[in-house]
């Protein structure tokens, strides 16, 4: 019988972290007051907050998500890549990302944020892990899908770490946060290396990049994506007729470059009405009948 060799890459939680950081209970005791008020909704952005060494070896391991096997969105709403499960992580990304989901970072977040159910991460990385978009690329602004669809677990705070050496704000690609009634950006994140942003997720937490990415043919926005959840959330974060829904997409106000997103949503939301309407079975029964 013949040996399997094996290369097994250990890491402490503090291999992880810049050590101005070290003690994750003492940050989030004191930046909890700050996230907790933020506008337009509890968020926050922390620089370095990691050991940069271990986000260059994750870097390093980040493949063009053009490939084969990874998600790619392009419709009015969106033009961006990602990839699915850890199938795309190397041993270093792994590891790290084990770490984001550990308790210790998890008491952390639940601290900071002040969610009182426990929170829970998502070994399945459902929408999340790597996330790429190119040159012109962008995000439309949305509230995020509500609930898991393999756990029904309920989504309650996005956690993004940025990976852009180098990236210049003519670039673009800043992490916009708008206000309920959709009339102004209220706050921007640049996706620097080494930035940890994060902000809770509500069927009102309006986010995203709305304007095609000017960053060089070059370059890409490459980030590492992470969400958790709890079982169950406060009643006052929960809407008539919005208590499940997937990715909820919004144009800004008399924006003509949303025009396009605008006539799009409004032929699917007309198509989701038709199919609520429909009996399931005339409905696939139409489906096929012509080819969609």
Known sequence: MTALATTVITFTDQDFLNPKFKDLQEVARYYKNAYATADPFPNIAFNDFFNPD????????????DADGNLKYTTPNELKLASIGERRFGPVTKAFARFLNSEPFLMFLQELTGIEEPLLPDPYFEGAAFHQIKPGGFLKIHADFNKNRRTGLDR???????????????????LELWNRDMTRCVKKMLPAFNTLGMFSTTSHSWHGLPNPLTCPPDRSRQSLALYYYTNGRPSNEVESGLEEHTTIFKDRKDSEVDAKMRSFNTAHGLKDFVKDLTPPLIFRAAKKLVGK
């Open 156 to 174: 309650r705070l996005n956690v993004l770490v940025y990976l852009n050496k180098d990236w210049k704000d003519e670039y673009g690609g800043h």
């Open 54 to 65: 271990v986000l260059d070896a994750i870097l390093a391991e980040f493949t063009d998500l």
